[in-house]
């Protein structure tokens, strides 16, 4: 996979985003949960790279990516995907955010309707005053450690997300929390931002076709699979058997394959 994937930074009103894709066709922009870089989409990039130009975007703050001083907000990230889009010449993208991407993805087709011509949401929360209320009061922090001189922060690090990953992958969990690492003294504000964002207001807004989908062991966004179908006219839904937060790295094939099969049914459609 090495030699066809292409790394790439793109200079946007925020700063430089990095970038990497793989093959050519129709594009789709792939957006990564917290606190995550494109590494989430390592193993799906050649699959969906076989029939379009796949772009995984490591989100303003993250990564590889400028990290903004301005506060961090699904609008900000939404319009660093925009811009990404400009600098590298793409008019009209399909969108997959997965989590924090999915809330990330959801703004992008609010705010421009006229570009998105598919839209994936993966374990996307539904963000409205109930959950904002609730995490507000109830939820700990999932990603935010203080740093030890023992080095005993990054094993609560590999605590806080052991739950939601599969214990027969380690590899899976060492790759967030490499990520994590990158970003350790904001590494809990992608969070905060997708609990303040209204989606409420915005969900209306989309009108690209949509796959809503969820790993069927998710038991964080699985809930929310009904709710964010029914704020999109026409959506569709899945459930992936078999995995549950880390839907995209755990069962990359399964995952690409569902994506695959809806934006192949776009095209059909149109054409």
Same mark, same amino acid.
């Given at each position: 996979?090495?030699?066809?994937?292409?790394? !790439?930074?793109?200079?946007?009103?925020?700063?430089?985003?990095? *970038?990497?894709?793989?093959?050519?066709g129709?594009?789709?922009?792939?957006l990564?949960q917290?606190?995550?870089?494109?590494?989430? *989409?390592?193993?799906?990039?050649?699959?969906?790279?076989?029939?379009?130009r @796949?772009?995984?975007?490591?989100?303003?703050?993250?990564?590889?990516?400028a990290r903004?001083?301005d506060?961090?907000?699904?609008?900000?990230? @939404?319009?660093g995907v925009?811009?990404?889009?400009?600098?590298?010449?793409?008019?009209?993208?399909?969108?997959?955010?997965?989590?924090?991407? !999915?809330?990330?993805?959801?703004?992008?087709? &609010?705010?421009?309707p006229?570009?998105?011509?598919?839209?994936?949401?993966?374990?996307?929360?539904?963000?409205?005053?109930?959950?904002?209320?609730?995490? &507000?009061?109830?939820?700990?922090?999932?990603?935010?450690?203080?740093?030890?001189?023992?080095?005993?922060h990054?094993?609560?690090?590999?605590?806080?997300?052991?739950?939601? *990953?599969?214990?027969?992958r380690?590899?899976?969990?060492?790759?967030?929390?490499?990520?994590?690492?990158?970003?350790?003294?904001?590494?809990?504000?992608?969070?905060?931002?997708?609990n303040?964002?209204?989606?409420?207001?915005?969900?209306?807004?989309?009108? &690209?076709?949509?796959? @809503?989908?969820?790993?069927?062991?998710?038991?964080?966004?699985?809930?929310?699979?009904?709710?964010?179908?029914?704020?999109?006219?026409?959506?569709?839904? @899945?459930v992936?058997?078999?995995?549950?937060?880390p839907?995209?790295d755990?069962?990359?094939?399964?995952?690409?394959?569902?994506?695959?099969?809806?934006?192949?049914?776009?095209?059909?459609?149109?054409?």
């Amino acid at each position: 996979m090495s030699s066809l994937v292409r790394h !790439g930074f793109a200079d946007t009103r925020h700063g430089q985003v990095h *970038y990497v894709e793989h093959g050519t066709g129709d594009p789709v922009v792939l957006l990564h949960q917290t606190p995550r870089s494109w590494d989430e *989409y390592r193993d799906v990039l050649p699959l969906l790279g076989a029939n379009h130009r @796949a772009i995984a975007m490591d989100t303003l703050g993250f990564g590889a990516s400028a990290r903004p001083a301005d506060p961090w907000t699904i609008e900000l990230f @939404a319009a660093g995907v925009l811009d990404l889009c400009d600098a590298v010449g793409l008019d009209r993208v399909s969108v997959v955010g997965h989590h924090t991407g !999915g809330v990330i993805a959801v703004e992008v087709a &609010a705010a421009a309707p006229e570009r998105v011509h598919g839209l994936v949401l993966s374990a996307t929360p539904f963000v409205d005053a109930a959950r904002r209320h609730r995490v &507000a009061t109830s939820r700990p922090p999932i990603d935010h450690v203080v740093p030890a001189a023992d080095g005993s922060h990054l094993g609560q690090l590999w605590a806080n997300r052991a739950g939601f *990953y599969p214990p027969d992958r380690p590899d899976l969990l060492d790759r967030l929390v490499r990520d994590a690492l990158a970003v350790l003294d904001r590494a809990e504000e992608g969070h905060v931002a997708v609990n303040r964002y209204r989606m409420e207001d915005r969900i209306g807004l989309v009108r &690209a076709p949509t796959l @809503a989908i969820c790993g069927e062991l998710d038991t964080f966004s699985l809930p929310d699979l009904p709710r964010i179908a029914a704020a999109i006219p026409g959506a569709r839904t @899945a459930v992936l058997p078999g995995t549950g937060v880390p839907a995209v790295d755990h069962r990359p094939e399964q995952f690409a394959a569902v994506v695959g099969e809806f934006l192949a049914s776009l095209q059909l459609t149109e054409g």
